[in-house]
Structure formats: C-alpha cells, structure tokens
C-alpha cells in the first residue's frame, strides 16, 4: 500500500532569504536525504523571471545537512536543485511541506510535548525490522533509542520528556520475527514477545512494563503523565487497557469481542479514541476467532471509536465498512483525524481524513494516490505530522512528512 510521486503548483513565493534569486511554488521544499545522489527529474514548478512566467523541470540533488543543501540551492540557480513539490492539489489544510526521512520504512512519528522533536519507528540502517529513533522536527538529529534486537513499534513521549516508551520483542528473540503467511489474505500479525518498555530520551535506564503472554503493544501516555494506554491479548481476546507510568494497576477498558487498539487519548485526558472491529454474523466471529488462535487479525473493516478514559461511553464514529485506523484528536478536542481507504474501491489507498467526534462533518484532507497515514497534531494545532508514500524513489518505501496545519 506504499507507491507514488505527486505533482502540484502553488502560489510563487520569494525564496530570497535562501539566496536563490529564482521564484518558486508556495508548496516547493528544500530537502536531502544523506544519500548525495542526482536521481533525475521529479517535478515542474512555475518560474517567475519579470512579467513573464516559465515552466522549469527540477531534480532531486539530495545533500546530507541542512547547510549543505543552502549551500548546493546558493550555488548556481540555473541548473537543476532540490526544490520538490510535496502539496498535492486539494489538500488545503497544508501550508508548506516538508519531507524528514528519505527511504527505506518510516511510520508512527509522534511529537514531544515541546512540539520539536518527534520519536518514530525506521527500518534504516540496514535493519531488517523496526527500530525506534528520534529526531528533530526539520529532520536531524536522527538518534536511535530503542535496543538493536528484535522487532519494536509504537513509541512515544512522556508529557514531561523525562521518559519514552515503546514495545519490543527482543526479549523473547533478538532476531527479526518472521512475516506473517499470505494464506489467510492480508493479516497482520500479533507477535507474542511483544511487551512495552519505558526508557530515557536516550534509550537508556530501560524497564520492563508488561510481562504477560501474548501480544502487548501500541502505547501511549496520557496528556498528563499520569496513565500509559495500550492494546493487549492477555485475556483472550484484543482489548483496550490502562496502567501506571510504572507498570502497575493494569486495568482492562473494553470488553466487546473483536479487536480494540491503537487507541489515543483526547487533549484533556478524559476520552480514548481508538480503532475497532467487532465481528457480528457467525462467519465474522468463526473467522476472528480462528485468525485470534494463530495471533492474526484481519484489518479490512475497522472503524473509528470513542470512549471515555475510564471504558465507559463507548460511541462509533465512522460507520463506512472501511479500513479506518491511525485516529488521532484535534487540539480543539472536537474533531478527530484518521487514516482510511473508503474512497478506493479496491482497498489499496490510504487518505487522512477529518470527521467531528459525533460523526459528522467528514472531509478529506489528502489526495495522494497512495499511502498517506499515522497524523498526529502538535499541541497547539499549527503543525500535522504523518507517514506518506508520496515522493518515494523505490516502490514501497514510507517516509515521515510535515505541514504547517492550516484550520
């Protein structure tokens, strides 16, 4: 589900600040990828020159710093340079885009507190499955914080950036689990070493938070500190629980058979909202429940769902027969973002899309042609952070992007 290039015009905008005497598109960006290579012509941009408005073809010329990419757009403005476009028409919600990571498997970047700096999950370096690094938010500083073994996903910041948490399987092996069998379809799979760790910002001091047979993943903390919130199979089926930033006092939230996960809280700590799906006719249930013996679940209908912190009020949201997933509160604390394939008819497509908590009021806010996914608002709401297809060199390969978030 990871393809794309995109194409869009903007406004033209002086970029003189840079000391590039041309004038480029709005949605133009200046970018590297540590990588130090041409790869060719990736896109047109309108290039303003007096009274008279010229079409000009720019290549991708990758630089490993900051400085160093000033330094290559500085140097002759004639020749091709590292202007991108990576707004796509429609997506009015965008300001100027930027891309962070460049190849290879990027996904779930998820602010600090501060909003400067973002912990994600990353197959580069060569690694064969995920590791978690952080970086700041124009994409340096890459640091990796989570152990070289195994297979790890879901992290995120303490409010306080005093700890981080994410969850791992390297306890039970330090090599990469294997991929899930294509038998069943698609399936995901619910890797049993999983358990969720707490550590410093630099991986350092790292604990052991859960320690029950089964799969316990997708962790976040609450807006004050007070409360970690994950998905675990300890009981038999995928439920929604609570615990102490310590490990303590896990408490299981939801109840209903089916699967319930990747859940987040809203800006004042007081409701969850969470992807779900229950199975109701008896093929629905026999086929859930055959994939739950081998640790699969089948991600086809997932809808979005709230409830508040203590399990109580569960309410649906989305109710499209879709593959909704990744919600995530707006500040206002009254409109969610999520991820979902309703508007392709094969299934294949992720947009972000914006829905009221009650469930009206749905608009999409990306049209890539691919993969878009994994938002995330920072504090305030002036930024959205998310994992897209979109302007990647090699098939499949998901990179971290970011927007000034226009309301």
Same mark, same amino acid.
């Not at 006092?249 to 319930?260: A, I, S, W």
């Not at 800006?267 to 199975?279: N, T």
């Given at each position: 589900?990871?393809?794309?290039?995109?194409?869009?015009?903007?406004?033209?905008?002086?970029?003189?600040?840079?000391?590039?005497?041309?004038?480029?598109?709005?949605?133009?960006?200046?970018?590297?990828?540590?990588?130090?290579?041409?790869?060719?012509?990736?896109?047109?941009?309108?290039?303003?020159?007096?009274?008279?408005?010229?079409?000009?073809?720019?290549?991708?010329?990758?630089?490993?710093?900051?400085?160093?990419?000033?330094?290559?757009?500085?140097?002759?403005?004639?020749?091709?340079?590292?202007?991108?476009?990576?707004?796509?028409?429609?997506?009015?919600?965008?300001?100027?885009?930027?891309?962070?990571?460049?190849?290879?498997?990027?996904?779930?970047?998820?602010?600090?507190?501060?909003?400067?700096?973002?912990?994600?999950?990353?197959?580069?370096?060569?690694?064969?499955?995920?590791?978690?690094?952080?970086?700041?938010?124009?994409?340096?500083?890459?640091?990796?914080?989570?152990?070289?073994?195994?297979?790890?996903?879901?992290?995120?910041?303490?409010?306080?950036?005093?700890?981080?948490?994410?969850?791992?399987?390297?306890?039970?092996?330090?090599?990469?689990?294997?991929?899930?069998?294509?038998?069943?379809?698609?399936?995901?799979?619910?890797?049993?070493?999983?358990?969720?760790?707490?550590?410093? +910002?630099?991986?350092? /001091?790292?604990? %052991? =938070? *859960?320690?029950?047979? !089964? @799969? &316990?993943?997708?962790?976040?903390?609450? $807006? #004050?500190?007070?409360?970690?919130?994950?998905?675990?199979?300890?009981?038999?089926?995928?439920?929604?629980?609570?615990?102490? +930033?310590?490990?303590? /006092?896990?408490? %299981? =939230? *939801?109840?209903?058979? !089916? @699967? &319930?996960?990747?859940?987040?809280?809203? $800006? #004042?700590?007081?409701?969850?909202?969470?992807?779900?799906?229950?199975?109701?006719?008896?093929?629905?249930?026999?086929?859930?429940?055959?994939?739950?013996?081998?640790?699969?679940?089948?991600?086809?209908?997932?809808?979005?769902?709230?409830?508040?912190?203590?399990?109580?009020?569960?309410?649906?949201?989305?109710?499209?027969?879709?593959?909704?997933?990744?919600?995530?509160?707006?500040?206002?604390?009254?409109?969610?973002?999520?991820?979902?394939?309703?508007?392709?008819?094969?299934?294949?497509?992720?947009?972000?899309?914006?829905?009221?908590?009650?469930?009206?009021?749905?608009?999409?806010?990306?049209?890539?042609?691919?993969?878009?996914?994994?938002?995330?608002?920072?504090?305030?709401?002036?930024?959205?952070?998310?994992?897209?297809?979109?302007?990647?060199?090699?098939?499949?390969?998901?990179?971290?992007?970011?927007?000034?978030?226009?309301?």
């Amino acid at each position: 589900m990871k393809h794309g290039l995109l194409i869009g015009i903007g406004i033209v905008v002086s970029l003189s600040v840079l000391g590039i005497a041309a004038r480029l598109a709005e949605n133009a960006y200046l970018f590297d990828s540590a990588r130090g290579v041409d790869v060719g012509p990736m896109a047109t941009v309108n290039r303003a020159e007096g009274d008279q408005s010229t079409t000009m073809e720019f290549a991708r010329h990758d630089r490993q710093t900051p400085a160093a990419r000033v330094q290559f757009a500085q140097t002759d403005d004639t020749r091709p340079d590292t202007v991108m476009i990576l707004r796509i028409p429609g997506e009015r919600h965008f300001g100027r885009v930027a891309q962070l990571t460049f190849g290879g498997e990027n996904a779930e970047a998820y602010f600090n507190a501060d909003g400067d700096r973002l912990i994600f999950q990353s197959t580069r370096g060569g690694y064969d499955c995920d590791r978690i690094f952080t970086m700041n938010i124009d994409g340096s500083d890459v640091t990796q914080v989570s152990v070289p073994g195994g297979a790890t996903t879901c992290a995120f910041f303490a409010p306080d950036a005093e700890r981080i948490i994410y969850c791992s399987t390297y306890l039970v092996n330090d090599s990469c689990p294997p991929k899930p069998s294509r038998e069943k379809g698609y399936v995901w799979k619910l890797y049993e070493g999983y358990d969720v760790f707490a550590a410093d +910002p630099d991986g350092s /001091n790292l604990v %052991r =938070l *859960t320690d029950s047979p !089964g @799969y &316990d993943a997708e962790a976040v903390y609450s $807006p #004050d500190g007070s409360t970690i919130l994950f998905t675990s199979i300890r009981d038999g089926d995928l439920d929604l629980y609570t615990m102490n +930033p310590d490990g303590s /006092n896990q408490t %299981r =939230l *939801t109840r209903e058979p !089916g @699967y &319930d996960g990747g859940g987040f809280f809203s $800006p #004042d700590g007081k409701q969850i909202v969470y992807r779900a799906h229950h199975p109701e006719t008896d093929e629905e249930i026999a086929d859930y429940r055959s994939l739950i013996k081998d640790a699969l679940i089948r991600p086809m209908n997932l809808e979005v769902f709230v409830i508040n912190a203590d399990g109580t009020n569960r309410r649906q949201v989305t109710d499209n027969g879709a593959a909704n997933f990744c919600p995530y509160f707006h500040p206002n604390g009254e409109q969610i973002i999520f991820a979902s394939n309703m508007d392709d008819p094969q299934g294949r497509n992720f947009e972000l899309y914006l829905i009221n908590v009650d469930g009206t009021g749905l608009e999409r806010i990306t049209y890539n042609e691919t993969f878009d996914g994994f938002p995330m608002f920072n504090h305030d709401g002036t930024k959205l952070v998310w994992a897209s297809n979109r302007n990647n060199e090699h098939p499949n390969e998901t990179n971290i992007f970011i927007t000034d978030w226009i309301d």
